[in-house]
């Protein structure tokens, strides 16, 4: 009897064993499977990483393409992601910016942005992300993450496992214990919810339209963000002959736009994009994302650590959002790999708490600009637009000032992290 109980102790105990990790990320967006990829590289096949999300058996469908600055790419090149899409990324060459109502015959362009963040590094390349998913879970597969297409359980409390582990429940009941888990579930984060950490922040009332034109003549690479008194409107350069399109309309605005059929979509895209890249056609989904500024009042918990859209949100404005939530990806992967190289625990609040340091003023600053813009532009006021049209008129003529803008925007700035810098942790 005795060895019975014995045998079914042992076999609970190997069963434990079996199901705990080091990391669970819970989230396959592109900053979850980042930060697998990196630990996994960082710290080898003795250090488990888990990804759980429910998304990973479905096809996904996102029809945006994102602005990977020159930092991003470089931690892409770190992690041997960046080889897969290059083919397909489009370097911004020139950024221009006008200022103008949409009844205006010209916009006059005041602020242009060319040249490289670093000698023959552009300062963004435009990126769909579609593939650039597909290249992350690839390279996740590749390197021994597992994958599991399954959400932490909306009902899961959060316990603590002798003080070492947390107990995590994934949806069918399942559980793993991890020394960390890691919140990357998007801007709705459940997981940060449960772990009843607040968030900061407010809705805009816009929302901003997303679909893909390809046009008679070639971009040259050019970006450009037309300040429009309801929102800025982007043309984002994509490969063969196409741009993405950012368009920042009031919610009520860009829900009438989206349902309209396709030739009166087409007329409102037109009056807005003009006719100087000659015809366009729309060749991809439309689809309209609510924008809002949310920043978690804490970016840890016990075991817990929030990175990307799960742990702040930004106005699409400045095109940051998820190069953000890559510096997350980087400064987190540096402390747990810097932590675990030491014998220390990875999910130990003294490791966390360095993470937090190094990422929370950098995104309150950010955040805080990107509202600032915001602001400034999305508004009809005469006087505001004189006064940041002479703003823009003089950032024009001051070539350093514009470098610096250029090199911050690229995330050259500041206590960058060594993924971020293209060296291997
Ligand atoms: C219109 C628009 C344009 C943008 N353009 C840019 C740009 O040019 N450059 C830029 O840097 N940023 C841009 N952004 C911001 C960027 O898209 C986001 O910051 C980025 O997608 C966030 O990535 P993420 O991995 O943190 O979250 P997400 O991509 O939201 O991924 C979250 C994942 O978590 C999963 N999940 C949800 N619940 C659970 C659960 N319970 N358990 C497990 N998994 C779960 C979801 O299925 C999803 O796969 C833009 C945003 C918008 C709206």
């Known amino acids: 009897m005795a060895e019975e109980t014995n045998l079914a102790l042992a076999q609970a105990q190997d069963q434990e064993a079996d199901d705990r990790v080091d990391v669970l990320i819970g989230g396959a967006g592109v900053a979850g499977l980042a930060l697998a990829v990196a630990l996994r590289q960082g710290l080898g096949a003795g250090f488990a990483v888990t990804v759980a999300d429910p998304a990973l058996d479905k096809s996904p469908n996102d029809p945006r393409a994102s602005a990977i600055v020159a930092a991003a790419q470089r931690l892409f090149e770190a992690i041997g992601v960046w080889e897969r899409v290059a083919g397909e990324a489009q370097p911004i060459?020139?950024?221009?910016?006008?200022?103008?109502?949409?009844?205006?015959?010209?916009?006059?362009?005041?602020?242009?942005?060319?040249?490289?963040?670093?000698p023959g590094q552009?300062?963004?390349?435009?990126?769909?992300n579609g593939p650039l998913h597909a290249a992350l879970l690839a390279r996740a597969r590749e390197i021994g993450v597992v994958l599991r297409p399954a959400g932490i359980a909306e009902s899961s409390a959060l316990s603590a496992f002798g003080g070492q582990d947390l107990s995590v429940a994934l949806a069918g009941g399942e559980r793993l214990r991890a020394r960390l888990l890691v919140a990357a579930d998007g801007a709705r984060s459940g997981i940060r919810e449960r772990a009843g950490i607040p968030t900061r922040g407010w809705n805009y009332g816009q929302s901003a339209i997303v679909t893909t034109v390809a046009h008679e003549r070639g971009h040259g690479g050019r970006a450009e963000e037309h300040f429009l008194p309801a929102g800025p409107f982007a043309i984002l350069p994509l490969r063969h002959c196409r741009s993405s399109i950012v368009w920042t309309e009031h919610t009520a605005e860009a829900e009438?736009?989206?349902?309209?059929?396709?030739?009166?979509?087409?007329?409102?895209?037109?009056?807005?994009f003009g006719l100087h890249l000659g015809e366009i056609a729309v060749v991809g989904p439309r689809r309209a994302y609510p924008i809002g500024l949310w920043i978690a009042r804490a970016f840890i918990g016990a075991r817990l650590a929030l990175v990307g859209d799960a742990a702040h949100v930004i106005h699409p404005i400045a095109g940051q959002g998820l190069n953000m939530g890559l510096k997350d990806v980087a400064a987190l992967a540096e402390t747990i790999v810097d932590a675990a190289r030491l014998g220390l625990d990875p999910g130990a609040a003294a490791v966390l708490e360095r993470y937090q340091r190094w990422r929370r003023f950098d995104t309150m600053a950010?955040?805080?600009?990107?509202?600032?813009?915001?602001?400034?532009?999305?508004?009809?006021?005469?006087?505001?637009r004189l006064a940041r049209d002479v703003?823009?008129?003089?950032v024009d003529r001051l070539p350093e000032l514009k470098q610096l803008f250029i090199r911050e925007a690229a995330g050259l700035v500041g206590e960058v992290p060594r993924l971020l810098k293209g060296e291997a942790l």
Not at 107 to 113: M, S
Request: aromatic share 6%; net charge negative.
């Open 93 to 118: 060459l020139d950024m221009v910016v006008t200022d103008s109502r949409l009844t205006d015959a010209v916009r006059p362009v005041f602020l242009t942005f060319d040249g490289d963040a670093e």
């Open 122 to 128: 552009p300062f963004a390349h435009m990126v769909e």
């Open 256 to 272: 009438r736009i989206l349902a309209l059929p396709e030739p009166d979509f087409h007329a409102e895209l037109e009056r807005r």
């Open 366 to 384: 950010m955040g805080v600009a990107t509202d600032g813009l915001n602001r400034l532009f999305s508004n009809r006021s005469d006087v505001l």
């Open 391 to 394: 703003g823009l008129g003089l």
